[in-house]
């Protein structure tokens, strides 16, 4: 029997596709960057399962892929480059990657503010430029231990972010659809409304998944809201944040800083962003270690394993399509 055939979106490394390939035939799109509508469906046609990886699947894609395509499976826990409902329709199985990149995404978030606070970026700029000497007023930085942080969304991310705050001892709130006693159990976190969280909170950090709901859930009026010391850290959906409100906050003093890893219209920036000194960048790296990546590479796999060997993907965005069929 011949075997069976998976299209991958964009160049991953041997050792994240290595599982894949012991099983299936696999085609690897060999250009660094994401596929269009047109290009995806000419060169995904006839393919029994499809790796996502940031690639925009749209009902177009789903309608030319069904006849073959029993599974997207998304190279990434965020999907809202994945048009669920369409997928639904046509009996395509849609699969992200939980839990694998939470350490990962946590750490990253952490990384930024630390690095937003204690201006890491600055100071290596300054070692760099020759400028080593010593100064009592030189490049002077916020504390993080003992301050308030307020993580918008109580998902995984946001309580592994809040179980390392904890070793910062912390004082934390939290934001969620309603309070989470796990959450608050294993990390002392205060549910707040999140107005309260925004006044009270010295760090901001949004783990919220991007949906219509929550597209700029952070605007002038709530980066108003916040402390002018305070620091706004982004590593979940860039358009979380009115990014062009954030930048006129953060040139007016209306907040201090910000850590982002994630843009409104990634990968270009709001204009004036990158000219900022009081904001630390990164191009959408928070899950990007060695472990997570094959972890996500792995966990695609087996969703992919699932589901061509008749059953259900272990991590499925959409069941329903097995109730239909
Ligand atoms: C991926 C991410 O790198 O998991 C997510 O939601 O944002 C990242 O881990 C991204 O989805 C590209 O595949």
New binding site residues.
């Given amino acids: 029997m011949s075997k069976s055939r998976v299209y991958v979106t964009y160049p991953l490394g041997d050792n994240i596709l290595a599982l894949l390939r012991e099983q299936y035939e696999v085609v690897i799109n060999p250009e660094e960057r994401s596929l269009s509508t047109e290009e995806l469906i000419e060169q995904a046609r006839g393919f029994d399962a499809v790796l996502i990886?940031?690639a925009q699947v749209n009902e177009d894609v789903c309608r030319a892929l069904a006849s073959d395509c029993k599974i997207f499976a998304n190279?990434?826990?965020?999907y809202n480059n994945i048009d669920v409902e369409a997928a639904t329709k046509y009996g395509i199985y849609v699969s992200n990657?939980p839990d694998v990149?939470t350490d990962a995404?946590a750490d990253f978030a952490f990384a930024l503010l630390l690095s937003a606070a204690r201006r890491v970026v600055e100071s290596d700029s300054y070692v760099r430029a020759g400028k080593k000497n010593w100064g009592p007023m030189n490049l002077i930085g916020t504390q993080v231990s003992g301050k308030t942080i307020g993580i918008l969304g109580g998902g995984r991310i946001g309580k592994a972010v809040a179980k390392r705050a904890q070793g910062f001892n912390m004082r934390i709130l939290y934001t969620d659809q309603r309070p989470n006693p796990d959450f608050e159990a294993e990390t002392g976190g205060i549910f707040a409304d999140k107005n309260t969280l925004l006044s009270e909170s010295d760090f901001v950090s949004v783990h919220v998944p991007l949906l219509p709901s929550t597209r700029h859930l952070i605007g002038a009026e709530e980066l108003g809201l916040m402390k002018s010391s305070a620091i706004l850290i982004n590593d979940s959906r860039g358009p979380i944040i009115d990014e062009q409100a954030l930048v006129t906050a953060l040139r007016e003093g209306v907040i201090a800083g910000a850590g982002l890893d994630v843009f409104e219209f990634e990968p270009e920036l709001a204009p004036g962003l990158a000219e900022l000194p009081n904001v630390v960048l990164a191009p959408?790296v928070?899950?990007?270690t060695t472990e997570a990546r094959v972890a996500?590479g792995e966990l695609c796999a087996r969703n992919i394993f699932a589901v061509l060997g008749g059953g259900t993907p272990i991590t499925c965005v959409n069941p329903e399509v097995g109730v239909k069929a």
């Fill in positions: 990886v940031s190279y990434g826990v965020g990657t990149l995404t959408h928070a899950s990007s996500m």
